[in-house]
């Protein structure tokens, strides 16, 4: 576990954003020039979206100023003088549509699970991944290095809840996945729908109107009518007042909030949460005052 955590601290003196003077010392301790054929895209990569107008932006910018910050690397198992692309491939697949013939690389030797590692961090701290691939990037340690939630968090700098609930993506179906890789929809929309009754109709309006987070969640938490009930009738003994003081904390908090009031003063308030993020919020509203 502690070479775990040296590694999450370690990732900023190898990837972190490089002036010229940084990156001189990189270069220094490490960093060479080695021709783009033999670099090579690593098949576990968990970023699998490159959109074509980021990589003909960044291939103008390499045009003019060269590959500023160099990629890091592996030397490939299957042939000698070669490498496989640990993180960095944006950069790579950019310079090759600028006409490079070599790039500049930091070389690591380090074990798969290792490279998974500094390729998830990367790209989290750089939020480079879509929510889906982050979610598969961590389903991948967990598989296939048994990796922990508590674990991984601790890893990526992220907390427990923050990689379980970004795991509960991965349960959606795939028409929301879809809104969610293309943009449509963000990480908090989608969580909200995790679990829902129907999360492809509740998405399709999120997107059709343009609902918020709040709204979203708000929407997926609210009570489905009993078949063959009448809707839209409160209960009778709730009055205007105490719906009126629900509808305004449910909209202060972004969470379902109901209140039930006796004649003689008592009562329960209670608060639905969805996801383990939302009871981290919770929780630290009531800790802050």
């Not at 929809?185 to 009754?197: D, I, K, M, N, Q």
């Amino acid at each position: 576990m502690e070479e775990r955590r040296r590694l999450g601290r370690g990732l900023a003196a190898l990837l972190g954003d490089m002036a010229e003077p940084e990156l001189a010392a990189a270069e220094r301790s490490g960093s060479k020039r080695v021709p783009i054929e033999l670099v090579h895209p690593n098949p576990r990569n968990p970023r699998r979206s490159f959109r074509e107008e980021d990589l003909a932006d960044l291939a103008q910018s390499i045009r003019e100023k060269g590959v500023v910050q160099p990629i890091l690397v592996r030397p490939a198992k299957a042939a000698a003088n070669h490498y496989e692309i640990i993180a960095g491939e944006r950069r790579w697949r950019a310079s090759q549509r600028a006409g490079q013939h070599e790039i500049p690389v930091i070389v690591q030797d380090v074990t798969d699970k290792e490279a998974l590692e500094l390729a998830i961090i990367e790209n989290v701290q750089r939020a480079d991944l879509n929510p889906l691939e982050e979610a598969f990037g961590y389903e991948q340690l967990i598989a296939d290095f048994g990796y922990t939630q508590q674990d991984l968090g601790q890893v990526i700098g992220k907390s427990r809840s923050h990689v379980a609930n970004t795991l509960r993506l991965l349960k959606l179906p795939e028409s929301v996945k879809d809104h969610l890789r293309d943009g449509r929809l963000t990480a908090g929309h989608a969580r909200a729908l995790v679990g829902a009754v129907d999360p492809e109709g509740l998405a399709r309006k999120i997107v059709d109107e343009g609902l918020t987070v709040r709204d979203a969640e708000a929407l997926a938490q609210a009570p489905k009518p009993i078949e063959g009930s009448k809707p839209g009738r409160p209960k009778k003994d709730k009055d205007a007042d105490t719906l009126a003081l629900e509808k305004t904390l449910t909209d202060v908090l972004g969470l379902a909030v109901t209140i039930d009031h006796r004649p003689d003063g008592s009562g329960e308030f209670k608060v639905r949460y969805r996801t383990l993020e939302q009871l981290d919020e919770i929780c630290r509203r009531l800790q802050n005052g």
